[in-house]
């Protein structure tokens, strides 16, 4: 993957991705598209690849001014009993995964951030223009109680804990176990996140922020498993995007690649890799911070983005979630997680641990009281416990298709 330098900027809402991985060849009025395995060959009208390349060009941005950013005041730890203190390199089984185009020494000049740009190819992967760089409206409140609507409606499935909504919310940390899961079809994908959400499940005026990492060769051509980010405060319908695809998250870490492959992977039955994100609202400003890792910050979703969530957080989720097409009337066998159920345990299934929220005094807390959901059990499971070294974790995932959820 191309990483590219360019200035921080306040349009950084401008800041936006993309390198043209594959070859196009051209011709007077049609365009043919080869994508290896991602997509058929096809015939692009002049018009419609003058429209996809008036968004790129848009997207694709040069570079702008350099900005003064003032810090956000982050999160405390509370002081935890010293039988409590977790021991974070307990094992070499485990170890921080990171992103592979740091492999071969490529760096930011400073005052710049890495951009993963678009090309025409990510673009006729997706649907139509209107529909790249966006996730598909997904289930309403139906999806924590009618698991049957879930597989017939938008094809969704989770495996997730979430939080109680009474609890005053501004923000969420995990440490998640990162995987290689195999994707049947180029238009499903395999996620596992973070979400702060506000609004209403069953309305049009849910707002979201998602961060985690995700393999969805729609949107990257590949099979990898990359960082990514999202929001929308409409319930998925017109506002929002992954990573840098529109005006809305604002980089400012110049080794941070959003959109950038994760690596090295889980390996199963043997080492263990994982990210650690944090999602918290800067009480001085408002706006909705990212960090990676112990002490990195990314960057930020301004404040004035969202109505419900330019308050607080009423929901926090952690989890997985697949695209089941059901193609051919079969559940998909997309996997997710590692493609192992919860039960299978350390080094086979995927995890979650040290799941926290910041609460009203920006302070980080362990989670105690979640819940936990699976729509399809047969398909995709989740299991949650505690402990001292991991706080609250669980394990989750599956393998999608098998003799009990054909």
Not at 72 to 94: A, F, Y
Request: with cysteine; charged share 20%; hydrophobic share 35%.
């Amino acid at each position: 993957m191309d990483i590219v330098g360019r200035k921080k900027g306040f349009q950084a809402l401008l800041l936006h991705l993309l390198l043209p991985f594959l070859v196009v060849v051209f011709s007077e009025r049609t365009l043919a598209v080869s994508s290896l395995n991602y997509t058929k060959y096809r015939q692009v009208g002049s018009l419609r690849l003058a429209r996809i390349q008036k968004h790129l060009d848009q997207i694709n941005k040069p570079a702008v001014l350099t900005i003064e950013r003032v810090p956000p005041e982050r999160p405390k730890m509370k002081i935890m009993k010293t039988d409590e203190v977790r021991e974070t390199n307990r094992s070499s089984l485990r170890g921080a995964a990171w992103q592979t185009w740091h492999e071969n020494g490529q760096r930011c000049p400073k005052g710049t951030v890495p951009i993963r740009r678009s090309s025409v190819h990510d673009v006729l992967r997706a649907k139509s223009l209107y529909d790249f760089g966006k996730k598909h409206r997904p289930i309403q409140l139906a999806r924590r109680t009618d698991a049957p609507d879930v597989v017939s409606g938008n094809g969704h499935e989770h495996a997730i804990a979430y939080t109680d909504t009474s609890q005053e919310m501004y923000g969420a940390k995990a440490t998640i176990n990162v995987w290689n899961p195999s994707i049947e079809l180029v238009n499903e994908f395999s996620i596992s996140q973070i979400w702060i959400l506000s609004g209403s499940f069953d309305g049009s005026d849910l707002n979201s922020i998602e961060a985690g990492w995700q393999v969805s060769p729609e949107l990257y051509g590949d099979s990898r498993p990359r960082l990514f980010t999202y929001w929308t405060s409409d319930s998925y319908q017109a506002t929002g995007c992954y990573n840098l695809l529109c005006a809305g998250f604002v980089q400012t870490n110049s080794r941070i690649a959003i959109g950038a492959a994760i690596s090295p992977v889980s390996v199963f039955n043997n080492n263990q890799y994982d990210i650690t994100v944090l999602i918290w609202k800067d009480p001085k400003l408002g706006n909705w911070w990212m960090g990676f890792g112990d002490n990195t910050l990314v960057g930020y979703w301004p404040a004035e983005l969202f109505t419900h969530l330019a308050d607080r957080a009423t929901m926090v989720e952690w989890g997985g979630e697949v695209v089941n097409s059901r193609a051919n009337g079969e559940h998909t066998s997309t996997q997710m997680g590692s493609g192992h159920f919860a039960q299978d345990g350390f080094r086979k299934a995927s995890y979650f641990r040290n799941l926290e929220i910041v609460d009203s005094d920006n302070s980080l807390i362990s989670t105690h009281d979640i819940s936990t959901l699976a729509e399809n059990t047969n398909c995709y499971n989740i299991q949650s416990s505690y402990n001292n070294e991991w706080g609250t974790y669980f394990y989750y995932g599956g393998p999608g298709n098998n003799p009990l959820c054909p």
